[in-house]
C-alpha cells in the first residue's frame, strides 16, 4: 500500500490499495486518472464518543480535533507530504486493529479503515463510566492547556494509516508488566492497543513556578504501543 519516498513523502497506487483518505493539502502530485472529494469522518458533527448538546459543542470547540479530509479514487499514484514533516507508516492490523491519534498528526490512511471521533475519555476501553460531564469538562480544560484536545482520532480494522511527527516517530512499548510511560501531552501523537492514558499535573501549592514547563504530563498504561515525536513543536 503506502511506501516512503523519502523521510517526508509516501506514495501509494490507488489502484491497488483501493480509495485513501488525506487530510487536505496533503496531496503533493500524482500520475494517472485520479479524482478528490470532501470526505466527512463519523462523530465530527454530531457529538459522538460520550457528549452530547451544549457539552458536546464546547468540547469539540476546545479540541480543535477534526481536520478536513479529501479522498483519492481512480486509476494512479499519488504522492503525500505535509510541511516537511517527517512521516511514519503504520499496519494498524499489526497493532491489535485499532489505533488513537491525533487528527493533526494524521497525513493519510486506506479507506478500509473506519474512522470515527471519539472522547479522550474512552481510550483504552477503560474511560467510559464515573465522572460524567465534571470528568469531560475536566479533560477538556487539560486539553485546552496543553493541546491534547477532548476528542481524538480512533482508526479500526485491517488497513494502514501514514502519521506524521517533527523529527520523526518512535515507539514506546506499555504493558502491565513495566511502569506506565509518561509523555510531554506535546509529544504525544497516539497510542495502539488497550493502552489507557490519564493527563496529570505536576503543580501544587508547593512548587507554584518551580516546574520547569512541564506542568502537565500524560500517563499512559495498560498493553500497546504509545507513539511520540521527537519534539514537542505543535502543528
Not at 2 to 25: L, Q, T
Not at 159 to 181: A, K, N, T, W, Y
Request: hydrophobic share 40%; glycine share 20%.
Amino acid at each position: 500500500m503506502f511506501e516512503k519516498v523519502n523521510s517526508k513523502v509516501v506514495s501509494v497506487d490507488i489502484g491497488r490499495s483501493g480509495p485513501v483518505v488525506a487530510r487536505r493539502g496533503a496531496m503533493l502530485f500524482y500520475t494517472g486518472n485520479v479524482f478528490f472529494q470532501p470526505h466527512q469522518v463519523a462523530g465530527v458533527p454530531g457529538g459522538k464518543g460520550g457528549m452530547g448538546g451544549v457539552a458536546g459543542m464546547a468540547g469539540r470547540m476546545m479540541s480543535g480535533e477534526h481536520e478536513s479530509t479529501m479522498v483519492a479514487q481512480g486509476q494512479g499514484v499519488v504522492h503525500y507530504g505535509f510541511r516537511g514533516i517527517e512521516v511514519q507508516i503504520i499496519d494498524v492490523g499489526a497493532v491489535g486493529g485499532m489505533i488513537r491519534v491525533e487528527a493533526s498528526r494524521t497525513l493519510a490512511y486506506t479507506s478500509n479503515l473506519q474512522a470515527s471521533i471519539v472522547s479522550v475519555t474512552s481510550q483504552g476501553g477503560g474511560g467510559g463510566g464515573g465522572g460524567g460531564l465534571l470528568r469531560s469538562m475536566r479533560s477538556a480544560a487539560a486539553g485546552a492547556m496543553t493541546g491534547q484536545g477532548m476528542f481524538t482520532t480512533q482508526l479500526s480494522g485491517p488497513g494502514q494509516v501514514v502519521i506524521l511527527g517533527h523529527g520523526g516517530v518512535f515507539e514506546l512499548p506499555v504493558s502491565p508488566d513495566r511502569p506506565p510511560v509518561t509523555v510531554d501531552p506535546q509529544a504525544y501523537v497516539g497510542a495502539a492497543g488497550q493502552v489507557n492514558t490519564t493527563l496529570r499535573s505536576t503543580v501544587s501549592w508547593r512548587n507554584v513556578g518551580r516546574t520547569g514547563g512541564e506542568a502537565m504530563q500524560l500517563e499512559c498504561a495498560g498493553q500497546g504501543v504509545v507513539y511520540v515525536q521527537a519534539s514537542e513543536e505543535k502543528l
